[in-house]
């Protein structure tokens, strides 16, 4: 009896275990919207055809025209450069002609663009895919590859890229959709779209990804079908896996980590900004942001350089344990307010007594000080701040964002 015991209580502890692994593995709908965001590019056609999105694949450190930056990969459709009867031909010998070196850009998360060389570009011999690079100093977060073969009916998944514009807007729009499940997978479908289901896609998100609730890219998207029996529409998407199997890439089965890198680079912070510790946490908000660098101050270089996701964080932390007092997206909310007046800001966050009076020495580390008003004018110098708030709102950083994100990501025990 004692040994049944024990075996029931070890079932028991194996169904809990079983649970909270799953449950780790699952993101929230915020965390993976933040994963794709971060690790997709807009395509754009200059001759205004075929426009599409990719995903970051690939990264490597790199030097062009003696700058030092990464050199990264794209993944997208083969059918965004050509045309979608050649896609979908298998063993593709030689792609039809190329457009010219200049007839396309991407575009990152932080709103810039980039030109790429069209013979970097690469297509998959036997499936609608295609790889291509570009060069950027800015380093950029990447994806991870996750494993397709995996997927099932109960699978959870997500779909993002760039719709085109609608009549009412200006420009393409990003599309975050899930989550929704797999319908079923077809291993003979032409062009590699093996992934059926039923998240809608339009013109523009071709290359986008297929997000597992994992936060692994597990497919590409591209293409619109029809049921012949039911008259209904299904989506496709390519299964990663034959991505990673031409070009040799390791899949991965957990990707717990890869909302953001470094989970454990903001714990100080946090500590800091929980216990109330204004002044350190400024410090320790200074060190952050100069990470990577030989610089002990700001200039206009690192500034425009400084990593998106990782403002992103650093806002999200001050807004959340200061309750909505203090951050970057607070400040940027002022400076709007006093239309870009850098005198009639101080006054207003309290770094100065009076419109022409002296800086405010030192500052007020307390909750007690004005909305604003931290981090303070110590943190880098008053000629710099308005390319700091612009570089902040090309990094969409200027925007207050659910704290609960912040919890799961920075409580992770993943390594960095």
Known sequence: MKILATINWLIVGLIAVSL????????????????AKQTTVKIIRIDGHNPGT???????KYIFKGQEGYLYTVLTNCHVFLNSTFCDQENKLTPEPMPNSTGYRVETSDRQQYISEISSVRIHPNADLAIFKFFSTIEY????IGN?????????????GWAVPSKTSRDRRARFLGPGNILGIDRKAAGGYQIV?????????SGG?????????????????????????EFLSVPINLYASWQNIQVVADCRATPLPDNNLFKTLRSLLEQGNWQRAEAETKKLMLRGTDQTYFNGNIINNLSCSNLKIINRLWVQYSSGRFGFSV????????????KQFEERVGW???????????????????????????????SDFGTFLNRLEKCDALSFTDSGIIENIISSESEP
């Open 20 to 35: 909270t692994q799953q449950g780790l593995l699952a993101l929230s709908q915020s965390e993976v919207e933040e994963i």
């Open 331 to 342: 400040q940027g909310e002022i400076w709007r307010g006093v239309k870009n007046d850098y």
């Open 54 to 60: 990719g995903a970051i694949v690939q990264k490597q």
């Open 197 to 205: 289901h039923k998240l809608e896609l339009v013109q523009g998100m």
């Open 141 to 144: 977060e990447i994806v991870r």
């Open 209 to 233: 990804s297929l997000l597992h609730e994992n936060g692994c890219l597990v497919g590409i998207n591209g293409r619109v079908d029809i049921d012949p029996n039911t008259q209904i529409k």
């Open 352 to 382: 100065r007594r009076g419109y022409e009076g002296p800086l405010t020495n030192p500052p007020n580390y307390s909750l007690e000080a004005k909305k604003g008003h931290l981090p303070s004018y110590k943190l880098l110098a008053a």
């Open 148 to 160: 397709a073969e995996q997927l099932s009916g109960s699978s959870k998944v997500y779909v993002f």
